[in-house]
Nanobody, 119 residues
């Protein structure tokens, strides 16, 4: 299974970005997938996940600003980030193939996409 993120970049505070994660390989289209965020020197934390049934989960502190969605026909997972703040500056990773729970941990990871928010 391969997952490749894109869509990161530099954005001003208050702006929005949509991250994309293209997945390929031997993956069941309806498997749970997730988005993680990692600050320098910190561990990755799950910010959003979508279960096989389409149920979504968000990090409590980010509810209302993030939207996870999926287009199975295109094999792409999205993460819409809105009202971005400088503290959202981090590397964002897509994850697939959960070991069990739809909230991870996951087996497959992308290389990450950097989001930088200027004040």
């Amino acid at each position: 299974v391969k997952v490749v993120e894109s869509g990161g970049g530099l954005v001003q505070a208050g702006g929005s970005l949509r991250l994309s994660c293209a997945y390929s390989g031997d993956i069941v289209s309806l498997d749970a997938m997730g988005w993680y965020r990692q600050y320098p020197g910190k561990e990755r934390e799950l910010v959003a996940a979508m279960s096989s049934s389409g149920r979504t989960h968000y990090l409590d502190s980010e509810k209302g600003r993030l939207t996870i969605s999926r287009d199975n026909s295109k094999r792409v997972l999205y993460l819409q980030l809105t009202n971005l703040r400088p503290e959202d500056t981090a590397m964002y990773f897509c994850a697939a193939e959960p070991y069990g729970s739809s909230r991870g941990p996951f087996r497959s990871w992308g290389q990450g996409t950097q989001v930088t928010v200027s004040s």
